[in-house]
């Protein structure tokens, strides 16, 4: 149901054009004043339409106009004037109205032009939403990824990025945790106030509180001046807490009275301050289990948890590797001045075949170090590329004397693939599904590997030594 707001100051023309337009169905709320109606728009913010006349006291129709296209999201206005010259529709057409009537209305005229004005509307947020997916697909507000669990990634932020809810971002150690964070800054109506970042791991306990809260002249040995924490600091911004799985139990109990009543005081003081920041957390750790450990509060755990956003692993969004290794490069080769033209076809292969336990943040260390020690236009290996040493096979001992180093490379690959494969297999009991979502990989090429080295999946749920 269209909501219409009507804006006049002759009562009896906003009467007959109320009733036209809510026997057709549409919501209407009617003002003889258009202070009072942006005032009204400004704090509802879902008005659909506005219909008004031209000249008013106080605040006439341009005025009405200009402050509706300056809303968060612009509102199509059909202006209303007994002055019908050539002149004055030109003016207002430029001014940014989206039709005119002259008065008086004729109800069958007006609810076309309604109909049209409004059909325009949608095709122009229809337009603008599939330009706003078009320019996620590769990145949104700085996070790069056009996979699918990172475009529903993009959907979570873009929902909770207009209320003040408390988020929990979930996800292993560099997956871009303080990115998502950051991204519900910027969409937010608080991006022009600060973005306070702090780490709960990096700071000792008694630290973390003064950063947190901040401090009292005096308040303890060393506070020789007041401090601000960041909760304060932020102002009517953005708190982020990263790792706050990682507080001791009493910043939990202090992070629980915050986020319940609103207000805390500094370490020392006595006077309350009113919190105005909102506050998003960020972990890496199992919060359930901790729970379940009494090592962190089940209250604060809801508190925190209103919302959750979890981000995946590298290793689950196999599409963006190559598409975040671009990024990486282009990002390096100009801090660095690299003449690089790209990645060599065996450079692509590391990349895609690579497990990123460290995630994107290993990825953007790994294209930092080759773009700094590559001698060449275009990259044929990922340099000093880490593989976990659990997943490498004894097989040294076991090679002859003499032995090429083409045979030798080969010989070793074939081992940690196979080794590789088998323990993932293991942990997950012959499951060729779960087996390809954890290795990165399509489950035809587990399925392949397996046939490679002639290793059956019923073996590994029966539990029978391979």
Same mark, same amino acid.
């Given at each position: 149901?269209?909501?219409?707001?009507?804006?006049?100051?002759?009562?009896?023309?906003?009467?007959?054009?109320?009733?036209?337009?809510?026997?057709?169905?549409?919501?209407?709320?009617?003002?003889?004043?258009?202070?009072?109606?942006?005032?009204?728009?400004?704090?509802?913010?879902?008005?659909?339409?506005?219909?008004?006349?031209?000249?008013?006291?106080?605040?006439?129709?341009?005025?009405?106009?200009?402050?509706?296209?300056?809303?968060?999201?612009?509102?199509?206005?059909?202006?209303?004037?007994?002055?019908?010259?050539?002149?004055?529709?030109?003016?207002?057409?430029?001014?940014?109205?989206?039709?005119?009537?002259?008065?008086?209305? @004729?109800?069958?005229?007006?609810?076309? &032009?309604? +109909? !049209?004005? =409004? /059909?325009?509307?949608? #095709?122009?947020?229809? *337009? %603008?939403?599939?330009?706003?997916?078009?320019?996620?697909?590769? @990145?949104?507000?700085?996070?790069?990824? &056009?996979? +699918? !669990?990172? =475009? /529903?990634?993009?959907? #979570?932020?873009?929902? *909770? %990025?207009?209320?003040?809810?408390?988020?929990?971002?979930?996800?292993?150690?560099?997956?871009?945790?303080?990115?998502?964070?950051?991204?519900?800054?910027?969409?937010?109506?608080?991006?022009?106030?600060?973005?306070?970042?702090?780490?709960?791991?990096?700071?000792?306990?008694?630290?973390?509180?003064?950063?947190?809260?901040?401090?009292?002249?005096?308040a303890f040995t060393g506070a020789h001046i007041l401090k601000t924490g960041k909760l304060e600091s932020a102002g009517r911004g953005t708190v982020f807490l990263?790792?706050?799985?990682?507080?001791?139990?009493?910043?939990?109990?202090?992070?629980?009275?915050?986020?319940?009543?609103?207000?805390?005081?500094?370490?020392?003081?006595?006077?309350?301050?009113?919190?105005?920041?909102?506050?998003?957390?960020?972990?890496?750790?199992?919060?359930?289990?901790?729970?379940?450990?009494?090592?962190?509060?089940?209250?604060?755990?809801?508190?925190?948890?209103?919302?959750?956003?979890?981000?995946?692993?590298?290793?689950?969004?196999?599409?963006?590797?190559?598409?975040?290794?671009?990024?990486?490069?282009?990002?390096?080769?100009?801090?660095?001045?690299?003449?690089?033209?790209?990645?060599?076809?065996?450079?692509?292969?590391?990349?895609?075949?690579?497990?990123?336990?460290?995630?994107?943040?290993?990825?953007?260390?790994?294209?930092?170090?080759?773009?700094?020690?590559?001698?060449?236009?275009?990259?044929?290996?990922?340099?000093?590329?880490?593989?976990?040493?659990?997943?490498?096979?004894?097989?040294?001992?076991?090679?002859?004397?003499?032995?090429?180093?083409?045979?030798?490379?080969?010989?070793?690959?074939?081992?940690?693939?196979?080794?590789?494969?088998?323990?993932?297999?293991?942990?997950?009991?012959?499951?060729?599904?779960?087996?390809?979502?954890?290795?990165?990989?399509?489950?035809?090429?587990?399925?392949?590997?397996?046939?490679?080295?002639?290793?059956?999946?019923?073996?590994?749920?029966?539990?029978?030594?391979?």
């Amino acid at each position: 149901m269209k909501k219409v707001m009507v804006v006049d100051d002759d009562e009896k023309a906003i009467f007959n054009i109320a009733e036209i337009l809510e026997r057709e169905g549409y919501t209407v709320a009617t003002f003889t004043s258009a202070i009072h109606a942006v005032q009204t728009l400004e704090a509802v913010r879902d008005i659909d339409l506005i219909i008004t006349d031209i000249r008013m006291p106080a605040m006439d129709g341009t005025e009405l106009l200009n402050q509706a296209l300056k809303n968060k999201k612009p509102v199509p206005v059909i202006v209303l004037t007994g002055y019908g010259d050539v002149d004055t529709a030109v003016n207002i057409m430029k001014a940014g109205a989206s039709d005119f009537l002259c008065k008086p209305v @004729s109800g069958k005229e007006l609810l076309i &032009r309604i +109909k !049209k004005v =409004l /059909e325009k509307q949608e #095709l122009a947020d229809e *337009v %603008a939403n599939l330009r706003k997916r078009l320019e996620t697909a590769e @990145s949104y507000h700085a996070i790069v990824g &056009r996979s +699918k !669990k990172m =475009l /529903e990634v993009y959907d #979570l932020i873009n929902s *909770v %990025a207009g209320t003040d809810t408390t988020v929990l971002v979930r996800g292993e150690t560099g997956t871009g945790k303080e990115l998502v964070a950051r991204a519900i800054h910027e969409a937010s109506d608080r991006k022009s106030e600060p973005f306070m970042p702090i780490s709960c791991t990096a700071i000792q306990h008694t630290l973390l509180e003064s950063e947190l809260f901040g401090h009292e002249k005096g308040a303890f040995t060393g506070a020789h001046i007041l401090k601000t924490g960041k909760l304060e600091s932020a102002g009517r911004g953005t708190v982020f807490l990263d790792e706050a799985g990682d507080t001791s139990l009493e910043i939990q109990a202090k992070l629980l009275r915050v986020l319940q009543e609103k207000e805390f005081e500094r370490v020392g003081g006595i006077r309350q301050i009113k919190l105005n920041a909102r506050v998003i957390a960020a972990t890496n750790r199992n919060l359930e289990q901790l729970v379940q450990e009494k090592k962190f509060r089940e209250d604060l755990y809801y508190r925190l948890n209103v919302v959750q956003i979890d981000l995946p692993p590298l290793r689950e969004r196999e599409e963006d590797i190559l598409t975040l290794a671009n990024y990486f490069l282009d990002s390096f080769k100009r801090r660095y001045d690299k003449n690089i033209e790209g990645f060599a076809p065996s450079a692509v292969e590391q990349l895609l075949e690579h497990a990123w336990p460290g995630n994107i943040r290993e990825l953007k260390n790994s294209i930092e170090r080759t773009v700094l020690t590559n001698p060449r236009r275009w990259i044929d290996r990922i340099a000093k590329l880490e593989v976990s040493k659990a997943a490498l096979p004894d097989m040294f001992s076991e090679m002859p004397a003499r032995l090429s180093y083409v045979k030798a490379k080969e010989t070793v690959s074939q081992e940690l693939e196979k080794t590789y494969l088998i323990q993932y297999m293991r942990q997950e009991k012959g499951s060729i599904n779960r087996v390809a979502e954890l290795m990165g990989v399509s489950t035809r090429t587990v399925s392949r590997q397996l046939e490679k080295f002639e290793l059956d999946k019923m073996v590994f749920k029966d539990k029978r030594p391979v």
